[in-house]
């Protein structure tokens, strides 16, 4: 059996790795990798939409800050799950990933929803104990909101455009 | 967020295309082949399995199906084979005119199911 990846360097070096060998030969390796890559997703982006969604109006009896402190926790877990499932996954075939646009405009993506998660910690959210129940969220809460929903769909739809582009 | 769009999207259209080989719908399937040929080289991997596959005058990238369907459809890793005799039926890729993406595979006087 050939694989004789082509690019840069530290990429082959990661494509032919033991780990690499593995996710692709082993039978039923890279598939259960992939349950654990949806089931991170899951959690990550149902947490961070359920909670977008109450930072839009949705449910404003519930109360903002016990909700992020439910939900966004186990939005964490699946972002862990998801970053060493696809990393696994990345390896498999670091050099053909890293060349695909859908993969790097994924990539950036996550970033920017990275960024657009702290903002709204590091502002808006200081200020929670003011609007924790039935009023109106703050124009900037909302904002992120939106970005969010925004941001995690487009990973999704990246996601899933990288295995047809 | 127009900047990032925008900034996205540059990134997107400066990268030429990337191998990929998942759907069906990158296929034509309105193009149906026949090819047999010998197998230069072989993978039975994750995600989909592969044969390059010298014809006369060209050899071409076939695109197999998962190596776990395979399997259970009982084609084996050893009997994808270099220097084996192998014939596909199978779609073109519509960009990249050296891939096929199977439908069947006939090995050994055995044909199996490939989608």
Excluded at chain 2, 13 to 24: E, F, K
Aim: glycine share 8%; aromatic share 10%.
């Amino acid at each position: 059996m050939i694989h004789n990846p082509q690019g840069a360097a530290w990429l082959v070096w990661l494509e032919s790795s033991a780990v690499a060998v593995a996710m692709r030969q082993w039978l039923w390796l890279y598939p259960a990798v992939e349950v654990l890559h949806i089931a991170g997703i899951a959690a990550l982006v149902g947490g961070a939409v359920m909670f977008d969604l109450r930072l839009l109006g949705v449910s404003r009896g519930l109360p903002v800050a016990a909700l992020a402190a439910h939900l966004l926790t186990w939005s964490r877990v699946g972002l862990g799950l998801m970053a060493i499932s696809g990393a696994l996954m990345f390896t498999a075939h670091a050099t053909e990933w890293a060349e695909n646009p859908a993969f790097r405009v994924k990539m950036l993506l996550i970033i920017a929803a990275g960024l657009n998660a702290w903002a709204f910690h590091r502002w808006p959210f200081r200020s929670v104990a003011r609007w924790d129940r039935e009023v109106p969220t703050p124009p900037r809460a909302r904002v992120a909101a939106v970005l969010s929903i925004a941001l995690w769909l487009s990973v999704i739809t990246c996601g899933r455009l990288l295995a047809y582009l | 967020m127009r900047y990032l769009y925008g900034a996205l999207l540059a990134i997107a259209l400066s990268t030429g295309p990337a191998l990929a080989h998942h759907g069906w719908s990158g296929y034509d399937s309105g193009k149906t082949m026949n090819l047999t040929g010998t197998i230069r080289e072989a993978g039975y991997e994750h995600p989909h399995g592969y044969v390059k596959l010298e014809v006369p005058g060209k050899t071409w990238f076939v695109v197999l199906a998962p190596p776990s369907r395979m399997e259970n459809r009982g084609l084996q890793r050893d009997a994808l084979t270099p220097g084996k005799s192998a014939t596909v039926v199978g779609y073109p890729n519509r960009a990249d005119p050296n891939e096929l993406r199977a439908e069947r595979i006939t090995l050994d006087g055995k044909t199996t199911e490939l989608r």
